[in-house]
């Protein structure tokens, strides 16, 4: 048994031909993979590196390296809701917020326990004329309101396509955080 | 899609704006588009495209403002190998959408001027890396080069001529450093995305080891005007030693958040009051950001300060992605610098120490001053890390920005650090309370 299909496979086997140099497949590959089983596990990944003749060490640190690849399950629909600087001005912090409540997760990466929704703050989309704003579903969602996040998740809530889904992706026991213990300070405060 | 914002039927990249369909081939040529290529590979040669847009005095749009033109002529002639013409349409500059904007209106100006651009530095094929996140504009110039390539514009013989040109996309996973040149190629090359020390430079060992040209998606999709109207017409506008137009983004507090093509040379008063509404109802404009997050801000007094290139490299921040963030007297500027500290330090690609470990070290900073756990030492800190963040300390310049955020917030509105630090108070947010 195999992470990926080896269909899949196939159609990653001849990705490099279409490169100048063949390493240019990993992500076009790794993406593949990911739409395929809806994260990077260490299978597909090591899957994808024997596929291409590359380390599996190798795969990983590209996968690692860019935010847009999951190594963790996500929620069928995930929420990259933008807080930089021009979409906190105008009110991301509430939507985050409200979307945490909206779908029921207490962190970002958490999936709702119907497996269909999770959210991520993410570094600026490049449409800050319409800010607030988020991606869901491959597609940006302009001048978010909290009655504009209702509608997206009701909408998904509701939809035949949801229904198609297999299994709901299982809920990870909450991680526990990695907290930075305080620093002891040893300089005299207002010195 | 959404209603556009911003200019439509403008001087220059906006032109066609606003004419409906402009995203398809038909609708576009039947404007005049493509008769620049055409024109280029039927009748001219590589020399005389590269002297048309010398003499425009177009300058790199993405943010380095270098001239487009020389940096084409670095490419060397001789080379016996492939030659590429990279696009840099990884646009992530917080405050910046102005690429976008233009690839979702106007996708084949960009495949044009990405051909003629190849064309110039003898090559045949330009790659075009992407923002995996811009799901619709890679949509939209997917399409619109498959457009081209069935019409005959792209392929073995554009306009029936000899010279194969082609445009390949690739689409990027999510790193802001990929707009960085040189981090961008490793990423093309299919690795993390690390800056490289230069030299080489990538005109001399690019992509895939090949002399290459970046350049960013705004400067190509000007080519085409250029080369239809003339270097000396694109040369008319804007100052005597910045031409022609531009896109700037304006975000944050203001009305009328838009793309707005300018003139260079305007001030940054007409944009953020004029084109982009002003503030928005009874409040006061406090701080602008004038070309992206990491362009040293400026105060609201300085809104009289000229778009133009080098008058702004004399105050020492920059024109940058010409993404102008607006923020108003609601709004905290600590808060808002820890925001985008938040941003390098998550963005930073870890090659370099000064980099790494400062922009952390900014963080945790932060992070102490908003928890009220703030003083001298604090603002001592961000001081030293500024410093040790700036002056060519890094391979890139992810670093630099990320001290010029501290620096400039702290010289400007030293008296906000000082509440948080030695008061352990905000004014700005005790006025919203009591309002």
């Known amino acids: 048994m195999t992470a990926l299909s080896t269909h899949l496979i196939e159609e990653i086997k001849a990705l490099p031909a279409k490169y100048p140099q063949p390493r240019s497949a990993v992500m076009p590959a790794l993406d593949l993979a990911q739409e395929e089983i809806g994260h990077l596990t260490p299978e597909a990944m090591s899957e994808v590196a024997v596929a291409l003749q590359l380390d599996p060490g190798y795969v990983e640190g ?19 809701v933008c807080t930089n600087l021009s979409c906190t001005l105008r009110g991301a912090e509430r939507i985050v917020e409200h979307l945490k409540t909206a779908i029921g997760v207490k962190e970002a990466g958490e999936i709702s326990k119907d497996g269909l929704f999770s959210y991520e703050e993410v570094e600026c989309l490049g449409a800050c004329e319409y800010a607030p704003m988020c991606r869901l579903d491959h597609r940006y969602q302009f001048d978010l309101t909290v009655e504009k996040v209702d509608a997206l998740i009701a909408e998904r809530r509701v939809s035949p396509a949801s229904a198609l889904v ?20 040893t300089l005299k405060k207002g010195g | 899609m959404a209603e556009q914002r911003g200019t439509v039927g403008g001087p220059v990249l906006t032109e066609w704006f606003g004419t409906p369909d402009l995203h398809s081939l038909d609708v576009y040529e039947s404007l005049g588009g493509y008769s620049a290529l055409r024109k280029v590979v039927t009748e001219m040669t590589a020399v005389q495209v590269i002297d048309e847009v010398k003499a425009s005095g177009l300058r790199g749009r993405g943010g380095a403002d270098f001239p487009t033109a020389t940096k084409w002529s670095f490419v060397p002639k001789d080379h016996p190998g492939p030659k590429y013409i990279v696009v840099n349409a990884d646009e992530s500059e917080p405050g910046s959408a102005k690429d976008r904007y233009l690839l979702e209106n106007s996708p084949h100006s960009l495949i044009e001027g990405a051909a003629i651009a190849t064309f110039a530095i003898g090559g045949h094929t330009a790659w075009v890396y992407i923002r995996g996140e811009y799901d619709v504009p890679y949509e939209m110039l997917r399409d619109a080069i498959a457009e081209a390539h069935a019409k005959g514009h792209l392929g073995d013989h554009p306009f029936g001529s000899d010279y194969a040109l082609d445009v390949r996309l690739y689409r990027g996973h999510g790193a802001y450093i990929c707009g960085e040149e040189t981090a961008l190629l490793e990423s093309l090359e299919g690795k993390r995305a690390q800056p490289r020390s230069r030299p080489p430079f990538p005109a001399i060992k690019g992509a895939w080891g090949m002399p290459t040209a970046v350049n960013n998606v705004e400067t190509l999709s000007t080519v085409p005007w250029i080369l239809r109207h003339g270097g000396p017409a694109y040369a008319k506008r804007g100052t005597e030693k910045a031409k022609g137009t531009r896109i700037v983004t304006v975000s944050g507090d203001v009305q009328k958040p838009g793309n707005y093509e300018i003139e260079i040379g305007v001030t940054y008063r007409h944009i953020i009051e004029e084109l982009a509404g002003g503030a928005l109802p009874g409040r006061k404009i406090k701080v602008f950001w004038p070309g992206g997050s990491s362009a040293k801000v400026l105060p609201e007094s300085m809104l009289d300060t000229s778009t133009d290139l080098d008058g702004l490299k004399a105050l020492g921040t920059m024109g940058g992605s010409g993404g102008i963030i607006v923020m108003d007297d609601s709004h905290c500027v600590v808060k808002a610098a820890a925001r985008l500290l938040r941003f390098y330090a998550h963005e930073s690609c870890g090659k370099c120490t000064p980099c790494r470990v400062g922009s952390n070290w900014a963080v945790r900073t932060y992070e102490r001053i908003l928890a009220n756990e703030g003083s001298e030492i604090e603002l001592a800190l961000l001081d030293r890390v500024q410093q040790g963040l700036q002056g060519g300390r890094c391979l890139c310049g992810l670093g630099d920005a990320a001290g010029w955020v501290i620096q400039s917030t702290m010289a400007h509105f030293r008296n906000e650090y000082e509440e948080h630090c030695l008061h352990q108070t905000c004014s700005v947010e005790k006025a919203l309370v009591h309002a």
Do not use: D, Q
């Not at chain 1, 590209?62 to 990259?80: I, Q």
């Not at chain 1, 809920?171 to 002891?184: F, G």
């Open chain 1, 62 to 80: 590209v996968a690692t390296f860019y935010t847009l690849f999951h190594l963790e399950p996500v929620g069928k629909h995930r929420f990259y």
């Open chain 1, 166 to 185: 297999p299994t709901p992706l299982p809920s990870p026991s909450p991680k526990p955080k990695p907290t930075r213990a305080p620093r002891k300070r």
